[in-house]
């Protein structure tokens, strides 16, 4: 019998992921790349003449801001001795380059009437090509097609106005007067960067105020160390929201008066960048509130009657939109739902059960398509891991269309409740809750009783207290590791010769 044909769509960090499941699932994945190389978002691509709009928005400084533990794949650690990055070795661990088509573009995913998919895609230099496979598994992620905002005097505006998806260094803004527009992470780390060599750098915060800047160390140690499982999962939120504030006002400092951050710590993706306090206490960095409009002259008004003169550049850190250019948009969200929910909150809504599912679209799924608050690698590995189980039969089928809806809809009024209302909110989630939910179906939740009767109570210790990760879904149920608790008690008790890999 031949064995069920995956598509899937990318091949970064999701995509290599679901490539290596696949293959553990008996499966035959064909992976559709259109650049030359891996990595996706996370391989630094120059913006040139041949390559005007590359797939990765980073720069030459970007940081990740999860740490090594919280990121590893779960069977598959980072040496805990190694910096925060993964390096590609991978790859060539699991063999996956054979089942990569690269530089090949997907024209276009299409469903047939005996539920399967035509693939229509070309490969760089070769005619137009189609193929039908068994499933979809789309793998591009979230942060592909810039989102601009809208403002008066945009097209009249004599200075360079880029998105933040297409700055890579500082040395081109030597010496400029640069506004950005934004107050996330790549807001702040392009504004702290450009302070350096800028004449003058202005942050333009949209909503008024600044929002919770967290270190990415505490005790010497990086941040998401002390968000583990207890602090996550049993925590009252209000208790959650206090210790944050309170290490942010310690370590980082405090906000300038009157961009006092209006919302809690849990209400909002959080932003780390420990400098920025730093630079504007030297002036080099001013904060701005919203744009009112830009004028052709090279000014730019505020929405509080202020103006400054002579601006070079604006580079616009506004985030980017959902989209999936080989795909019917009706797949990604119910055009019968958007109506239920405001403009804004709409342009990046997605319909999806459980994070991956459309409900009316039967054999594709969607993997990282999650804002996390933690490491989306190991996310996209328990998606991967769940669609390869469903394809086999391990995992229960989807239930009625009615019950799918209702499921998005409590998830989507429990993301409205937490977070404040805008178009980046739509996707988020946390790492824990967003891993335990799809675990416990295919049978690797870490139980305490049977994590304790196995292993002992030291270990669950260390799962319910320690280094968030991913390792401990490898403990029990199909496709366990042997070197799974190994490596849990290693990154807890940083004894790097010890750590075994599957």
Not at 252 to 280: D, N, Q, W
Not at 432 to 444: N, R
Request: aromatic residues 12%; glycine residues 6%.
């Amino acid at each position: 019998m031949a064995k069920p044909r995956v598509a899937i769509i990318g091949a970064g960090a999701s995509g290599l992921t679901s490539i290596k499941q696949c293959i553990a699932d008996n499966l035959e994945p064909v992976c559709f790349e259109a650049s030359s190389t891996t990595a996706g978002l996370w391989r630094f691509t120059e913006v040139t003449e041949d390559n005007k709009d590359p797939h990765s928005s980073i720069y030459k400084s970007v940081i990740i801001n999860t740490s090594k533990e919280m990121s590893t794949f779960s069977d598959f650690p980072i040496p805990p001795d190694w910096p925060y990055y993964m390096h590609n070795k991978f790859v060539a661990k699991f063999q996956l380059i054979p089942h990569i088509k690269f530089n090949t573009t997907v024209l276009n995913a299409s469903l047939l009437p005996d539920k399967r998919w035509k693939v229509r895609y070309v490969t760089k230099g070769e005619e137009e090509t189609e193929s039908v496979f068994d499933y979809v598994m789309v793998c591009t992620g979230h942060h592909r097609y810039p989102r601009m905002p809208k403002y008066k005097g945009m097209d009249k505006f004599k200075g360079n106005q880029i998105h933040s998806h297409f700055y890579r260094e500082p040395t081109s803004y030597k010496d400029k007067r640069v506004v950005v527009v934004g107050c996330g992470n790549s807001a702040m780390d392009i504004s702290v960067e450009l302070s350096e060599v800028a004449s003058q750098v202005y942050t333009c915060v949209r909503r008024g105020t600044l929002p919770w800047i967290l270190p990415r160390l505490a005790k010497g140690k990086p941040v998401d160390h002390f968000g583990s499982r207890f602090f996550v999962n049993w925590l009252p939120r209000f208790i959650q929201n206090y210790i944050t504030k309170t290490m942010s006002k310690i370590i980082v400092g405090l906000p300038p008066a009157g961009l006092e951050p209006k919302i809690e710590p849990s209400g909002c993706h959080p932003t780390m960048k420990t400098e920025f306090y730093e630079r504007i206490s030297t002036g080099t960095l001013i904060v701005k509130p919203n744009i009112a409009q830009l004028n052709e002259d090279g000014s730019i008004e505020f929405v509080d009657g202020t103006k400054i003169e002579d601006i070079d550049a604006v580079i616009y850190a506004t985030g980017y939109q959902i989209e999936f250019p080989f795909l019917d948009r009706e797949i990604v969200c119910d055009k019968e739902v958007l109506e239920e929910f405001e403009e804004e909150y709409r342009e990046n809504l997605v319909w999806l059960y459980k994070r991956m599912f459309p409900p009316k679209y039967p054999n594709i799924a969607f993997i990282g398509l999650v804002q996390l608050i933690g490491a989306i690698f190991p996310l996209s590995e328990m998606q991967a891991r769940y669609v390869t189980s469903l394809i086999n039969g391990y995992v229960p089928s989807h239930p009625p269309i009615p019950e799918m809806h209702k499921e998005i809809r409590k998830r989507q009024a429990f993301l409205q409740k937490i977070f404040y209302n805008a178009a980046r909110h739509t996707i988020e989630g946390f790492f824990f809750p967003e891993l335990d939910y799809l675990a416990k179906d295919l049978g690797c939740y870490p139980y305490p009783l049977q994590i304790i009767r196995r292993f002992g109570l030291s270990l669950y210790w260390k799962i319910l207290f320690g280094i968030p990760n991913s390792i401990q879904y490898r403990l029990l149920g199909r496709q366990s590791w042997d070197g799974a608790a190994d490596a849990i008690r290693v990154y807890n008790d940083c004894e790097p010769s010890k750590i075994k890999r599957s």
